[in-house]
């Protein structure tokens, strides 16, 4: 048996069953037993040599319940190759789960059927990205940036350090007034895994009341510095933590033609791009960037935004990476 029929049998057993296909079979034989009961009967020497065919036929095709259902349906092969290709091809492009650091915490998403409209601008078969920026507000950096987010309807969402909400705390509130999602990205940009328990939960706790006290309400996102996270982090941070699929690595070139460079190589659907609004070279890639991936069929929404319409459900201390459909 050669490697396509055995590829062939496997999914055939699997999908329907061996026995299913045998019923179906049998039954198409007795319907034409049945046609040929009402044919006049052929000459003896015809019949003979018909029945000699017939078992000289069946004890070739015996060995091989492939070559039987071959010689009757011989389109029957073609198109479950094709189905089979099919799956194969979308179970390998992992279409329908988030990335997590824990197989008990992957979140399904719902197929893009499923997807609703939470916005007014046109999602209607667009591929959906976030745009979202860490370390700020910066008075030098993120007023320009939220000019062009606005004239370029593009949405984001900023994962602010507290400290710098406290400094710049007018910035946090337009943030939130022009539509963009002001989430958490710790108060002091410390590496969580590497201080003392007690020191990184005064570190998240006062994160929080400056939060509150400012915005008038708790952070619901969080990104941990440097996107590092153990059990201790996820436990005591308490809420969803959001990491990144696409890396502009702006921080790194300061450069323009790179910074898109970077994300065009990177960019998929349910994408969560990081960049940093400290940096002036990246206020000054984000319009080009905006522009080249809506000519590639992208729109851009918040991290809420894109989960709703991806039917997922943010899970406490559950890391996401990206929200593909």
């Given at each position: 048996m050669n490697l396509l029929d055995r590829l062939f049998s496997k999914e055939i057993q699997r999908r329907t069953g061996a026995h299913a296909i045998t019923i179906y079979i049998e039954s198409e034989n007795a319907k034409k037993r049945s046609r040929s009961r009402g044919k006049k009967a052929l000459t003896?020497?015809?019949?003979?040599?018909?029945?000699?065919t017939t078992i000289?036929?069946?004890?070739?095709?015996?060995?091989?319940?492939?070559?039987?259902?071959?010689?009757?349906?011989?389109?029957l092969k073609l198109f479950a190759v094709l189905i089979f290709g099919i799956i194969v091809v979308l179970d390998l492009c992992d279409l329908t789960i988030s990335h997590t650091?824990?197989?008990?915490?992957?979140?399904?998403?719902a197929p893009m059927a499923k997807h609703v409209r939470v916005t007014e601008r046109v999602l209607n078969g667009k591929k959906l990205v976030a745009l979202t920026f860490d370390d700020g507000p910066s008075e030098l950096t993120t007023p320009r940036l939220l000019d062009i987010?606005?004239?370029?309807d593009a949405p984001a969402t900023f994962f602010m350090l507290g400290s710098m909400t406290r400094t710049y705390p007018d910035l946090a509130k337009r943030i939130e007034k022009e539509g963009h999602i002001a989430a958490s990205?710790?108060?002091?940009?410390?590496?969580?895994?590497?201080?003392?328990?007690?020191?990184?939960?005064?570190?998240?706790?006062?994160?929080?009341?400056?939060?509150?006290?400012?915005?008038?309400?708790?952070?619901?996102l969080v990104r941990p510095p440097y996107g590092n996270y153990n059990d201790a982090v996820r436990s005591a941070i308490n809420l969803p933590i959001i990491?990144?699929?696409?890396?502009?690595?702006?921080?790194?070139?300061?450069n323009v033609d790179s910074i898109i460079a970077t994300t065009k190589n990177q960019i998929h659907d349910g994408a969560v791009i990081l960049m940093h609004d400290i940096y002036p070279t990246t206020v000054d890639a984000v319009p080009a960037l905006?522009?080249?991936?809506?000519?590639?069929?992208?729109?851009?929404?918040?991290?809420?935004?894109?989960?709703?319409?991806r039917g997922s459900n943010l899970t406490p201390g559950t890391i996401y990476y990206n929200f593909r459909p």
């Open positions: 003896s020497a015809s019949a003979s040599t018909k029945k000699t000289v036929t069946t004890k070739k095709l015996q060995g091989s319940f492939l070559r039987r259902l071959d010689t009757r349906f011989p389109w650091s824990d197989e008990s915490n992957r979140i399904k998403i987010l606005k004239s370029k990205h710790t108060m002091y940009h410390q590496n969580l895994i590497r201080i003392p328990a007690a020191a990184m939960q005064d570190d998240i706790n006062e994160a929080k009341s400056v939060y509150s006290n400012i915005l008038g309400h708790d952070p619901t990491l990144w699929s696409v890396d502009t690595l702006d921080w790194k070139s300061q905006i522009d080249t991936l809506r000519q590639d069929g992208y729109e851009f929404v918040t991290i809420p935004e894109l989960t709703n319409i």
